[in-house]
């Protein structure tokens, strides 16, 4: 039953249509003189992480109330919250100077004002789905940005200034007569302090006077308003809004390419710099590598499988290397084997789960031009993807003999989204506290909880039941009872260096598509290169395996057989090397405040835990099969 009801939840959230991309939906089109409608979200701010409900700042409200739209999932969880505006346009219908309101400011709306321009606080707006890209002018060059257009600015002399009228630029495309698409919104914001043909006064009753500082028959431009600007005082403040409609020949199947483009050039060199780069190290370890296995490890494997000579016999020569610990080298670990085998299942879960997320991406059924849908796609592969941990937690566990299997099934299920849901939760609830939309409401965090208990235990239950019904797991060496005695290491097998020097080449395979993604997480960019990503990320699994490896090499060579766990921080680490990343982009978000740290650090300390899992379970896996390959290469007694 429980299994029944989420499923039903989590098909109520994903049936939204603003959710997942649905292909079969077709475009809408508008005939001249039909309403468009302009929707209103969050006031976002790169510097604070705090986003804000849109009519939290004295902003003009809709005729009738504002209303919400319907909203998925993952919206909920990105802090998005869609209400409707005071803003009224037709099909091709061109205004220069419509008033919109005006609005009084008190000593509280105006000092909300004033934070929000400090904190660069930016209005996001919606039309036909698409966002507003915003076109900054100003007296020494004109900036086009695509994520949102600033609540204001401040002057030379740390004035705050309120953009109050905004040139709303919409891009048409005819597709048959009398039907047509929009392909673009722009929204060129201005500061202008209006008054009314002569200094008239309106109290907000009644039809308005005209405007002086604006015509109705003449676009309002930047060199118009530089007489006089509006400054956020107490006071009176008038709102108003031009429209301009431009016919375009970009298709509404392409409108979203400047958006994901961004016009940028050198960005898409430098993700080609990116890959040459993680290819070289590729190329670099897996030299190194063959080296070993064709040289180093056939001289082995023939030393150790030929017969000895009489002579050899004589003398008793004894043998040394990685042959000596067959006994030893598959003994399970000796501490925490259960918590071991819990973390080889989740990050085999996580794994699986950024492996398809960023398929599903780079095919575009997963595409940033539709709300959520990524967070619901990583919701949805995450708990669907709980059969592996189970079943990879089970027969580990398994063959390490284990017996309560109860216990080790029920640490899988619980332990990493636990971590994950307990800070989230504290991070959620100081978000509250501060009044911001990012905090997730009660229905959606019941959901999440819901996908949790209902489909991702069962089913991480469901793998372990076929895991522990598999043969236990055939190793090509016996295990003795007695463990052997490890020699004295080298300094340079100490497990601290091994596993700083295991990150060090995954982390710089990685670190500039890093810089992106970041970049998309924390600075409102739009991340569309998922075919790079998918690149990197084969890249990344291949330079961990390949680094584990090698090192696991000489650890045998050295006779320390305790591979286990030091298999799993070898590439492990490269979550360390994101971290002190992270400490150092910081700076970028150019915030001191303490629930901005808090958040920031408290979501990449996520980020990182769950690439430690997906790094480390990699290097496992390519040790198990490297040291089940050879080990049964040889003859042993």
């Not at 797991?473 to 052997?484: E, L």
């Not at 696991?552 to 492990?572: A, H, I, K, V």
Request: charged share 15%.
């Amino acid at each position: 039953m429980m299994l029944l009801f989420a499923t039903i939840t989590l098909g109520l959230y994903l049936g939204q249509v603003n959710g997942f991309y649905m292909p079969g939906i077709a475009p809408e089109s508008y005939a001249e003189g039909d309403e468009v409608v302009l929707k209103v979200n969050k006031l976002s701010s790169t510097h604070t992480l705090l986003p804000y409900d849109y009519y939290s700042l004295n902003f003009c409200a809709p005729d009738g109330g504002v209303k919400s739209y319907s909203e998925n999932l993952g919206e909920f969880l990105r802090g998005d919250r869609i209400e409707n505006s005071a803003y009224k346009i037709n099909m091709l219908e061109n205004l220069n100077c419509e008033l919109l309101c005006q609005v009084t400011l008190n000593k509280k709306s105006r000092d909300e004002f004033q934070n929000a321009v400090k904190n660069k606080y930016h209005h996001n707006w919606l039309m036909d789905n698409l966002p507003a890209a915003s076109i900054i002018d100003s007296d020494q060059f004109v900036e086009t940005e695509y994520i949102g257009f600033p609540v204001g600015y401040t002057g030379s002399k740390g004035t705050k200034f309120l953009y109050n009228h905004v040139n709303i630029i919409i891009e048409y495309h005819t597709v048959s007569e009398g039907a047509h698409r929009i392909v673009g919104f722009y929204v060129e914001p201005l500061s202008v302090q209006h008054t009314f043909v002569g200094d008239k006064e309106w109290n907000g009753v009644g039809d308005a006077p005209s405007l002086s500082t604006c015509s109705t028959n003449k676009r309002l431009n930047y060199e118009d308003t530089q007489s006089k600007q509006q400054r956020i005082l107490n006071g009176p403040v008038v709102f108003s809004y031009g429209v301009e409609w431009r016919k375009s020949e970009v298709k509404w199947a392409s409108r979203w390419d400047v958006y994901l483009s961004m016009n940028h050039a050198v960005p898409n060199k430098v993700h080609w710099f990116s890959i040459i780069n993680s290819v070289l190290v590729v190329l670099f370890l897996s030299v190194m590598v063959a080296m070993i296995l064709i040289r180093t490890l056939h001289r082995d494997i023939s030393q150790y499988n030929r017969l000895p000579t009489d002579e050899e016999k004589a003398e008793e020569k004894e043998e040394t290397g990685w042959k000596l610990v067959h006994a030893d080298v598959f003994r399970p670990p000796s501490k925490f084997p259960m918590f071991f085998c819990a973390i080889a299942g989740t990050g085999t879960q996580l794994s699986a789960c950024a492996f398809w997320l960023i398929v599903f991406s780079a095919i575009g059924f997963i595409s940033p031009a539709n709300r959520g849908s990524i967070m619901i796609g990583l919701l949805f592969l995450f708990v669907m993807m709980g059969f592996l941990a189970g079943y990879v937690s089970a027969r580990l566990y398994k063959s390490f003999k284990g017996k309560q299997w109860q216990r080790c099934t029920l640490l899988t299920a619980l332990l990493f989204p636990g971590i994950v849901f307990t800070l989230f939760i504290i991070m959620d609830l100081v978000v509250w506290s501060y009044g911001s939309t990012g905090a997730v409401p009660i229905l959606s965090m019941l959901a999440v909880v819901a996908m949790w208990f209902g489909i991702s235990v069962p089913l991480v239950f469901l793998g372990a039941y076929f895991g522990y019904k598999q043969d236990i797991m055939g190793y090509p060496c016996q295990t003795s009872n007695i463990p052997r005695e490890i020699p004295e290491q080298e300094w340079y097998l100490n497990p601290i260096v091994c596993n700083l020097l295991g990150g060090i080449l995954p982390f710089g395979a990685c670190f500039v598509e890093l810089f992106f993604i970041m970049s998309s997480i924390w600075m409102d960019k739009y991340y569309y290169v998922f075919g790079f990503l998918f690149f990197v990320y084969i890249i990344l699994a291949v330079t961990c395996a390949e680094v584990t490896v090698v090192i696991c090499y000489f650890q045998l060579c050295g006779e320390d057989y305790r591979w286990w766990w030091r298999s799993l921080f070898t590439s492990g680490t490269t979550s360390i090397y994101v971290f002190a990343y992270s400490i150092v982009y910081y700076s970028r978000l150019e915030s001191t405040m303490p629930v901005t740290v808090m958040l920031y650090f408290g979501y990449m300390f996520l980020a990182c835990l769950a690439l430690f899992l997906i790094t480390g379970t990699i290097g496992l896996a390519s040790c198990l099969l490297f040291n089940h390959t050879i080990y049964s290469s040889i003859k042993v007694d």
